[in-house]
Each structure stands twice: as structure tokens, then as C-alpha cells.
């Protein structure tokens, strides 16, 4: 089964290095990897480049968008840069952040879930920050999403979802569009993924409203923002997240900003949301 990877790159000379030695002792090797540096000052090309001398299957190119970090449109507009670069065919492909540690069975347990139901469309382990010298689940999600910065797709899901949204929760509505066309989203949760940068960390204040619109271009409708905004803000201990979330939504709205689903797959959205919520409060 043929892979290829795709890892993003914006002034990650601090943990750069530890991505790319965890990939290259990974016990299945891509086909290829393509690194793409996306408008890095630091010394971010100069280990991109130590790694892609000595390892012929790592690719380096260079993108240069604007520096600060806003949220869903500025990473996929990189991983597309690299996806352009592509010159193989592939099976599998991941989406990477540079920011993480990957277990050495990382890509051949992935492969192993991928084998074990054809219609799997999306895997990948779970995201473990580091709190008071140990390492704990990232639970800004449950265990069964496969969070951005660590996410494997089929290649005919890939297709069916019609790739990666250049938006604001791009990482949970190609989860949604691929149970919408029929495919099924497994996470492996022994595979733990040290997260050096905590999500969020970097995100400008400008991106404060960006959940609150990323709920409204999915078609959630008013009551499910709001439960989700509460259930995150919970997450996060963060009240002014709630209302950061509300009021980008209503933003959003009052804008009239473009939807990144059809109305048809909102209404697949709403309903399958509905029915998770009612299903966890055993109704």
C-alpha cells in the first residue's frame, strides 16, 4: 500500500527536527514525504534541508503566504502547494503538522486499521500534550476523531469528500462529508502523538470569531452551535471561547459567508449531530 505524506512548516526550528527523526525510524516508510515551508524566518529550511540530503524520499518546497496563523485556510492552502508537487501516485495520503512526535508503529498500525474494513475512509491515533512532566490526551475532541495535524485518508474518500476544505473546521467536516458518502472514521487509540504545541497556541487574536463561522459554513443552524460552542468552551475552561464562538457565528450569518457543504450534506450534518447527542443522552 502505497503512502505519501504532506507536512506543514511555519517557524518550527524548535521541533522540526523530532517530526522528521520519528518519521525516517517510522517501521513502514512513505513512498514520499513533502515538506512544505510555508513563509519560515527561522531555521526551519536549513533542517528541512539536512533531512531531504540525506533521506531521498523527503521532498522540500517552499510557500510564502502571509506569516501570521490563521486558522484552516492558511494550512490547507499548504498542504495544496505540496499536493501540486505530488508526482506519484499514491494509496494512502497524510496530512502532517510539524509539531508532533510520532510513535515508530505510527503509519504501520494506520496502514493495519486502513486493511482491516475497506470502508474505512480516515484514521490516525490521538494527540497527547505535555502537563506537569507527563503526557496527557488532548481533549479538545473525543478519542474517535482523527484531529488535523496527524489524519490519514483513503485515496476515493479523499476524492468523495472533494479533498480538504480551505476553511475553518476543514478537520471536522471531512469527517462529516465522509460518513455522508458512506465511509467510516477509526482511530487507533494506543497510538499516542506527542503534541509539542498545544492547539491554539499560535492562533492571532483576528481568529477569535473563526469557530463561530467554521459552525456556521457547516450548516449547523443556531442550537447546534450553541451546544457545541458550550461543549468546547467546557473543554478549553474557557467561558469567553462560548462567547467568541456565538458571536462568530452570528457574524458569519449577518455576512452571509459562503456554506463549505450543500444543503443536502447539512442536512446529513444536523441529523447525524442530533443523533450523537440524543445517543449520549441515552434518549
Not at 461543549?231 to 474557557?238: I, P, R, T, V, Y
Not at 441529523?271 to 441515552?282: D, H, P, T
Request: glycine share 6%; with cysteine.
Amino acid at each position: 500500500m502505497n503512502i505519501v505524506i504532506i507536512i506543514l512548516a511555519h517557524n518550527e526550528e524548535t521541533f522540526i527536527r523530532w517530526m522528521l527523526q520519528s518519521v525516517v525510524y517510522q517501521s513502514v516508510i512513505p513512498e514520499k514525504v513533502i515538506m512544505v515551508n510555508d513563509a519560515s524566518t527561522d531555521g526551519t529550511q536549513k533542517i528541512i534541508n539536512q533531512f531531504s540530503e540525506k533521506y531521498s524520499f523527503i521532498e522540500s518546497i517552499s510557500l510564502h503566504s502571509e506569516k501570521f496563523h490563521e486558522p484552516g485556510s492558511k494550512v490547507i492552502n499548504a498542504f495544496y502547494k505540496g499536493f501540486e508537487a505530488l508526482s506519484t501516485d499514491f494509496d494512502f495520503i497524510g496530512k502532517f503538522d510539524a509539531d508532533i512526535i510520532l510513535p515508530p508503529n505510527y503509519f504501520e498500525n494506520v496502514l493495519a486499521l486502513f486493511s482491516s474494513d475497506e470502508k474505512i475512509g480516515i484514521a490516525g491515533g490521538n494527540l497527547y500534550i505535555e502537563k506537569e512532566n507527563s503526557w496527557v490526551f488532548e481533549a479538545i475532541s473525543e478519542k474517535t476523531k482523527v484531529r488535523g495535524p496527524i489524519k490519514f485518508y483513503r485515496k476515493k474518500c479523499f476524492e468523495d469528500i472533494g479533498g480538504l476544505k480551505k476553511s475553518i473546521g476543514w478537520d471536522t467536516v471531512d469527517e462529516l462529508l465522509a460518513q455522508y458518502h458512506g465511509w467510516k472514521v477509526k482511530t487507533d487509540t494506543s497510538l499516542h502523538v506527542k503534541h509539542l504545541k498545544p492547539t491554539g497556541k499560535v492562533y492571532s487574536k483576528a481568529s477569535k470569531y473563526k469557530q463561530g463561522e467554521a459552525f456556521y459554513k457547516m450548516r449547523y443552524g443556531f442550537w447546534l452551535t450553541l451546544i457545541a460552542s458550550a461543549k468546547l468552551a467546557s473543554k478549553k475552561n474557557n467561558f469567553q471561547f462560548f462567547i467568541d464562538c456565538i458571536q462568530g457565528y452570528k457574524k458569519a450569518k449577518s455576512q452571509q459567508l459562503d456554506f463549505i457543504v450543500s444543503e443536502n450534506e447539512g442536512v446529513f450534518i444536523r441529523k447525524l449531530r442530533w443523533k450523537n447527542i440524543f445517543k449520549k443522552l441515552g434518549l
